[in-house]
């Protein structure tokens, strides 16, 4: 009887676990094992304006402060915040709830195979106050990433969510010359933007960056405003731009970001990476 009741105790007990583990949010992909890659997160300084200097989250490449890679350029795919993941509401941590920052904190080394090549990239996560960004501030954030990392300038890739895919969108809509350095991008859930820039779509065109905005069917606020922007797009390049819809509401966007192909296929990393200047 007590060995019975051990065996019945350890099966439950397995059940359990199991379930707990098919219930995480997690990216279903092997986790890094190599420990001489170096940290998979780190803490940096980016500038934004003159006066203003805020924290980020970065990761690299495996190997990357090794010597026989030190030519090595890399993409840089730039995630900015909403306002809510703001330094004006919390410190740096902040940012590890919601959106690409969140896998940040798993163990995954951020690469994938792309057109049969493994792609390593830079992922930087820098917070800035309230998540909206001036275009001048998202232009010193690139300028700033160059200087400190080894980036391949024909593959810069843009994405945030609400106020920072506001911010992804001002910026490319800015000025030509500012479009002209980005390769692709995928705001998520985008703000309005001001009829000025609105009509600069034209420059996301122009430059040929390949667009995809993500906004949930239940976002009620901002869907028209997500699906009005991509229509325009394609109106100047028909194709160059996609929308796609999901299930949920404004905020929902964990699953946009998952590493694995448990909702997207190819995922968001992979879909950016196809794209060069």
């Avoid at 909206?132 to 080894?150: F, G, Q």
């Avoid at 034209?202 to 901002?222: L, R, S």
């Avoid at 879909?271 to 060069?276: A, G």
Wanted: charged fraction near 20%.
């Amino acid at each position: 009887m007590k060995i019975s009741l051990f065996t019945l105790l350890l099966t439950l007990s397995i059940l359990s676990c199991h379930k707990h583990e098919d219930s995480q949010e997690g990216p279903d992909v092997p986790r890094e094992t190599d420990s001489t890659c170096g940290p998979l997160l780190q803490k940096t300084l980016i500038t934004q304006t003159a006066s203003l200097t805020d924290s980020a989250w970065v990761q690299v490449p495996c190997h990357y402060y090794y010597t026989r890679t030190k030519d090595s350029t890399y993409p840089l795919v730039i995630y900015l915040n909403g306002m809510y993941e703001g330094s004006k509401y919390g410190n740096l941590n902040k940012l590890l709830g919601v959106g690409l920052p969140y896998f940040l904190k798993d163990s995954v080394r951020f690469a994938f195979d792309v057109n049969g090549v493994n792609e390593k990239m830079i992922i930087l996560s820098p917070q800035s106050p309230e998540g909206y960004l001036s275009s001048t501030e998202v232009n010193n954030m690139i300028n700033d990433a160059l200087r400190k990392y080894r980036v391949d300038t024909k593959r810069i890739y843009l994405t945030g969510v609400s106020a920072g895919a506001y911010s992804v969108l001002n910026y490319v809509t800015d000025k030509p010359e500012y479009a002209a350095r980005i390769a692709a991008i995928a705001p998520m859930s985008t703000t309005d933007l001001d009829s000025t820039h609105k009509a600069h779509l034209k420059y996301i065109a122009d430059a040929n960056i390949h667009v995809q905005v993500f906004c949930g069917d239940k976002d009620i606020q901002y869907l028209p405003t997500n699906k009005e922007y991509v229509d325009i797009i394609n109106k100047y390049s028909q194709g160059l731009a996609v929308f796609t819809s999901y299930n949920g509401y404004h905020g929902n966007w964990n699953n946009l970001y998952n590493l694995s192909h448990r909702y997207y296929n190819p995922n968001i990393y992979e879909w950016l990476l196809q794209f060069h200047r």
